[in-house]
């Protein structure tokens, strides 16, 4: 099967510059299976070994800003309405109402249909892609589940990004993945892609969460990442959040290192986002060690590296007000959302 | 600020209640020693620790006394499943004193705290957990029904596991039924004394064992002492030999694990970013003084270029320092004699025309340290590809195809352990078959358990250490004499007529001696 109409996107340019322009499902199976294999105790021994890292005082307190910085403050749920969003908004905007010098998260994240909503409710703080103020993220492509027709998928994406999504956190076809078919898989994200086009000609931000949880092996997440790349993810992100397990520090680990051999191959920075199940400061540090012990700390900003989370935050500002005054609070000392 | 210029993370140092002076451990006692009192350092800063008693041939004979009084009227008369609960006992007070024990470790040996701390200690336990479960089982530690112990055993270890590897001797002496002296390197006795702290608190009877310090004349005082029944030395193959040839036909059972030059062989299929990392656990863990450190990098000719890029990418983040910071990755070099070694054998390795590279690493002023560092163009027939350095200094050579990496690999005079990574199991397999080492990993490196016998071929010296096998090194079979060992202890040596050992039992050790080598 040749994927015809992917030569000539723009977004599939990776994939032909490393494979060539005889782009196949068969010279990209080729490709997907010759890479590296994972050992996974000793993937899982080497996480185990970056979460020993003992990260204390000055440390502490800059891994506690960045984290806060590295947030996509997340609601995804089915009752979600304007005004949860509104409110996630405004903790968005000002985590800490108590410390000012609070950092602001990086994004919001919301269903598509949310998105206008999230937009207002930020007015002048939302960064549209900018370098200040707080980006507005949609999980698109039928997510969670990615059961959809590929124009289904599509028409999900150019609605999120016209209402004004900076980014777009689509989902990869985890059974076209499973049976094989890499090409479906490589196909749908470039189409995507394109459909992150606005009409200014500018972008939003791809975002492919490859769903590693139902990928169940660490060989499928080394060839899932490099597939999402090959096909022009800007970030490749481990989970919806809806099955279990979502981030994992190996899996994340795993990812890290896929970006880690892009950049090194292509001089290319590729951001990653473990998301769901990161709920303590201790366990975000951890990534945050892991980040930079494996392709450097220049990936400890935003664009490169996020969290997606909700519950993180309040953890993250209760030791951050711990660290600030010498005692614990409680959690009616920091705000739900 | 840098992120990973982490803010320091000490281990506090509070816990471990030291002595200003240590004396012998003998008959359950501290005592002075006769000898001249010498002082311990630390190797990260050279700072003194504590002064340490320095034990002479007339404390030697104290000690192997205790021993033989202490087998002879307790330990062989006590039932299994009595000696089994002191072990079980000792094992628990280990975790229990692990943060003192990890702090005394890395303060004395400058390797880093969270190798002394998750690595050493907790195998330590699991070592006494473990035997301590056979203590009451020795029928099936493969000798026939009631096996007997040995008697007194000496046991000189070394300073680059100093905890771990008293407990590899100890434990198993101990289920076997017999009694122990024990002397600790030089530079590393601390742990040591500490744990006799613990055999105090463990209510272990007075004289089982005794943990006496000093030099190499105190080590060969001991190894020879007469009223020895068996010789267990962990260290290096020059001192092994030495103790081989005096102890040769005085009827004392010897176990011997010596040197290594271990090849850890990558071949173009090993999973990559894991294979990297068992190398830097090969080579660098415990900077370098491991004897089954994989020091011989054998990488197929295809990977090799993209191995050596990865691999310094790697070691640039590697942390040396303090050791007792706990993100502490490289510690200090034992001592002053063995950086000098390494640097010795470092140069001697440009100067045979290899190409060395180290990590950019800021080095103490004070205190014995040694950069991570590896040597490309090595050939086979160079002093860094044959020698062990004992340090943190890998030597890189190639090959094209499994037969030449074999013949490599075992193109050595030792062969104590081996390493492959390989996403093939089949090849895994057939290599491991062919691998003249003791100890040969798959997709890992420098893994211990108890339950797994240790030691080596060729040089590596004989005999093993851990499992069934490290059991059967204390015991012999029960055959030879009527009655079990736990109902009648041999006398003692000392009044004994010159031969030693009766007849039928000279026959057995001759020929469990032949079986052995």
Redesign the interface.
Known sequence: MTIEQSVALAPAARAIQLIGTDLTEKSLKLHLDGLSGVDAVGLEARAAGLATRSIKTTSKAWALDTIIRLIDLTTLEGADTPGKVQSLVAKAMNPDPSDPTTPRVAAVCVYGDMVADAVAALGSAHAAGGPTGINVAAVATAFPSGRASLAVKLADTRDAVAAGADEIDMVIDRGAFLSGRYGVVFEQIVAVKEACRRDDGSMAHLKVILETGELNTYDNVRKASWLAILAGADFIKTSTGKVQPAATLPVTLLMLQVVNDWNRLTGEKIGVKPAGGIRSSKDAIRYLVTVAETVGEEWLHPHLFRFGASSLLNDVLLQRQKLKTGHYSGPDYVTID | ?????????PESKSILHLKKDYGLFIDGDFRDGHGTPFTTISPADESPIARIANANTADVDTAVAAARRAYDKTWSRMSGADRGKYLFRIARLVQERSRELAVAESLDNGKPI?ESR?VDVPLVAAWFFYYAGWADKLDHAGLGPSPRALGVAAQVIPWNFPLLMLAWKIAPALAAGNTVVLKPAETTPLSALVFAEILQQADLPAGVVNIITGAGDTGSALVNHPDVDKVAFTGSTAVGRAIARSTAGTGKKITLELGGKAANIVFD??????AI??IVNGIFFNQGHVCCAGSRLLVQENIHDEVI?RLKQRLS?LRMGDPLD??TDIGAINSKAQLERIRALSEVGEQEGATRWSADCEIPAKGFWFAPTIFTNVETSHRIAREEIFGPVLSVLTFRTPAEAIAKANNTPYGLSAGIWS?KGSRILGVADRLKAGVVWA??FNRFDPASPFGGYKESGYGREGGRHGLGAYLQSGWSDALPASRSPRPSRAIRPSTKAKPAEKAVRAASKGAAS
């Open positions: 600020m840098s992120f990973l210029e982490y803010a320091p993370a969270k998750d299929d090993a999973p990559m970013d894991q990392e068992g890029d983040t706990k993100n996403d997709n890992t």
